[in-house]
């Protein structure tokens, strides 16, 4: 689609004479430089600024210099460059708005990434409001500065002058104009020794050199918040080196650049397939991570043996470092590298040894795996030193930080499309009935079939069976995929869509179960009536003796007149106010159904399920009763790929024979994954429109299941699953059935949002009354 600037006259013509003419002569470089959504942005964000009504000379800049921005680092940044000059307007003059838009190109090349660059705005932004006499010199002197610093320098060197010279504006503006001793000093302080926007071109070359193809590269802010640096990693093929390197041990930055970017292309050459993470926990992956590090080098050391002497200068572990596992890495990553290393550790020795046996084999990457368990087990048996992932790191500052080459997700089908594996993604239809009716069964399909066809009402044959095919012939249906993260305590990271939660109906049962609920507890729902009707809403109620209200009481007012004529002191308060008096909440009950659930209560001859089952009758007849929207849902968990998630009852549905059935057909099995159940049922309060939601969960053991050995794991996820609902406004209670669960719940769910019942077999009596203390 062309963009021609007749079709943008609404926006264009209040320009003047002279701004249109620059936009006319700007216009074909323009259109080489921006796409036609660039161009919509472009021209839009020209409309915006002159009716800022700052002059022409600040919309020309624009003119001039947006595509040049552009072409920098790409035509996303325009629409954040016209919003943060719109933004400033109210800031500071339009002189500094014109100056930062004349020196957004020189940013843009220093920086080099789309990415800064909008950091870069968001810094001004963040300057002009500490130092609004600063901003303005500093921009005249962007050239200089960007020579020297990394945008974290910069940053930092900024900030330290805005609150040193805080009220004092001469100052100010001689300390961002790099005229005073205490900038020039800062500057020298955070001077970066090697840039890589001025080395790029030349380490681009060195590895076409190598390897020859090209290989694309970003900077990384590594040092916006810290002097030390993100390590280099590999994104998307993307080679990310920090945006800056010091000197390393007489090792010139430029040297660091050269072998942080050949280490990086070794992993993008050698890499055929990832490592799978299933069943690895950190202290594993660490090994392996050394190990196939040791792997690429070793295969582009016999093409190029000169990398071996760039990489090994790097590496400073020596035979006395001892304390912690990240030593040990350390000096097996040496040992692996460099021959001429000598250490006589057993451990470090075994490794070295695995790792030459495999002399053959280095192009399989499977051979990492191998030799990163046996390592990690035997360290890990040997040493018994405790593993922190967040320091326990290689120190080689060369090494990136191995995202490339692992694989969390079991199959991604569209990066493999991408990548050319073959594979046959299922594809889930909605078709009408008479598609489904004309379709050829196919009797050997099952799970794994190209194409499932779904029918969004039931089907029920022409003879009147009382039957739909569905319940005859159909599997229970299962809601689409959703993906939840977890939280990992030990890289106190999350795990993206680690957990998959699929919703399921729960199956009918008898009612005559619930039924005999009701008549074994015909006593306790007497006695819960009076309770229930002082709960209930009582409408408009009028608060009388008030000083200040909405209207006149007559009777208060007579009285108080009666005693003005007796030469009494009269009562003031002859006031009274309507007030309407309601409820406003919303409760969800999330039911644990793991197999445990089965067990016999101590010394009777029922379950804790059907305790469980009992308790829910006697809730749910409670909040009807009182008429707050309510659901019961259930939850049971195979792994975190199969979070099986039961709705019995929802908030839009009646307390009928249908929810009734459906808790008379409740089991329990399988584990207990109660994070991702938990964000899942803090999901469907979120949709309430109801001011406070509740989430009441009722289990009777602590978070497990069969993928996780760590029982902290869970239990930490399930802790900030919590946190995470509550950041919506879900409050989560835990009505604990465990015994041992005071060790773990308090950590879980707070001090005051819990209660164990130690007495199992008074669950049902007690759930009605902790409803009504929470929602007084």
């Not at 590298?337 to 030459?356: C, H, I, K, T």
């Not at 049922?681 to 497990?704: F, N, R, Y």
């Not at 509550?726 to 707070?750: E, N, W």
Request: charged letters at 25%.
């Amino acid at each position: 689609m062309a963009i021609n600037l007749d079709d943008y006259a609404d926006y264009l013509e209040d320009l003047s004479e002279h701004t249109q003419t620059v936009l006319k002569s700007a216009w074909p470089d323009a259109t080489k430089a921006l796409s036609p959504r660039g161009l919509d942005n472009y021209l839009k964000g020209a409309g915006a600024l002159h009716g800022l009504g700052k002059g022409d000379s600040l919309v020309e800049n624009w003119i001039d210099n947006a595509p040049l921005v552009a072409k920098e680092v790409g035509e996303d940044v325009v629409g954040e460059l016209a919003t943060a000059a719109l933004t400033l307007a109210s800031k500071t003059s339009g002189a500094v708005i014109e100056l930062l838009l004349a020196t957004a190109p020189t940013a843009a090349n220093r920086l080099g990434d789309a990415e800064l660059f909008s950091k870069y705005l968001q810094f001004i932004n963040t300057l002009i409001a500490q130092a609004p006499r600063g901003v303005r010199p500093m921009l005249g002197k962007i050239d200089v500065l960007f020579q020297q610093l990394t945008l974290g320098g910069l940053r930092r060197w900024a900030l330290w002058g805005a609150h040193a010279h805080r009220t004092n504006y001469e100052e100010q503006i001689l300390y961002f104009s790099l005229e005073s001793k205490e900038s020039l000093a800062m500057l020298q302080k955070e001077r970066k020794g090697t840039l890589l926007v001025d080395v790029q071109r030349r380490i681009n070359m060195y590895l076409r050199a190598l390897w020859g193809r090209d290989f694309f590269m970003r900077p990384t802010s590594g040092d916006f918040e810290n002097r030390e640096g993100y390590k280099p990693y590999i994104e998307d093929y993307l080679l990310h080196l920090p945006d800056a390197y010091d000197d390393h041990g007489g090792v010139p930055g430029l040297e660091l650049y050269r072998a942080a970017a050949a280490h990086c292309a070794a992993h993008v050459v050698e890499t055929r397939t990832p490592i799978s993470a299933e069943a690895l926990n950190p202290y594993q992956m660490a090994v392996i991570s050394v190990i196939e590090d040791a792997r690429v080098e070793a295969l582009s050391i016999r093409r190029f043996p000169g990398l071996k002497q760039l990489w090994a200068q790097l590496h400073t572990a020596t035979p006395e470092m001892t304390a912690t596992v990240g030593d040990y890495l350390n000096r097996l990553a040496r040992a692996l590298l460099d021959d001429s290393y000598a250490d006589a550790d057993p451990w470090v020795a075994e490794g070295r040894a695995l790792f030459a046996q495999t002399h053959d084999r280095l192009h399989d990457n499977q051979l990492s795996w191998d030799i990163g368990v046996t390592l990690a087990h035997k360290l890990q048996a040997d040493k018994r030193i405790p593993f922190n992932a967040r320091n326990d790191l290689l120190t080689a500052p060369y090494r990136d930080d191995n995202r490339y080459f692992w694989e969390f997700e079991e199959f991604d089908f569209n990066k493999a499309a991408n990548a050319g594996y073959e594979s046959v993604k299922q594809v889930r239809k909605h078709v009408s009935v008479m598609d489904m009716a004309n379709e050829i069964d196919v009797e050997n399909a099952g799970d794994d079939a190209e194409e499932i066809w779904v029918l969004d009402t039931e089907l029920f044959p022409y003879e009147d069976m009382g039957k739909s095919f569905n319940e005859m012939e159909g599997k229970e249906p299962v809601s689409e995929p959703f993906h939840y993260s977890e939280w990992d305590y030990q890289i106190q990271l999350e795990r993206p869509a680690w957990a998959t939660v699929l919703e399921r109906r729960g199956k009918l049962g008898d009612l005559a179960a619930i039924d005999a609920i009701t008549t074994q507890y015909k006593r306790e729902i007497h006695r819960m009536k009076f309770l229930l009707d002082a709960m209930q809403p009582q409408g408009v109620q009028r608060i009388r003796k008030l000083e200040d209200g909405d209207e006149i009481d007559i009777n208060a007012a007579i009285a108080s007149f009666i005693d003005m004529r007796m030469g009494q002191q009269p009562d003031p308060r002859v006031m009274m106010r309507s007030v309407r008096k309601v409820r406003d909440f919303s409760i969800l009950v999330l039911l644990d159904l793991s197999e445990s659930t089965n067990d016999k209560v101590a010394g009777q001859d029922y379950s804790v399920l059907d305790l469980t089952r009992q308790a829910c009758v006697l809730l749910a007849d409670a909040i009807s009763k009182v008429g707050d929207p309510f659901a019961i849902h259930g939850f049971c968990s195979d792994g975190r790929h199969d979070v099986q998630y039961l709705r019995f009852k929802d908030f839009d549905q009646h307390w009928n024979e249908e929810p009734k059935a459906r808790l008379a057909g409740m089991t329990g099995q399988l584990s207990t994954r109660m994070g991702a159940a938990i964000r899942h049922a803090g999901h469907h309060l979120q949709l309430q429109k109801s001011a406070k939601k509740l989430l009441l969960v009722i289990t009777d053991g602590e978070p497990a299941d069969i993928d996780v050995r760590d029982p902290q794991y869970l239990r930490s996820d399930t802790k900030k699953a919590v946190e995470d609902v509550a950041k919506h406004g879900v409050v989560t209670y835990c009505m604990s059935l465990d015994p041992r669960a005071d060790q773990y719940v308090v950590r879980i769910f707070g001090q005051n949002n819990f209660m164990v019942v130690d007495h199992v077999q008074r669950l049902p009596e007690k759930l009605p009354l902790l409803y009504a203390g929470l929602t007084r």
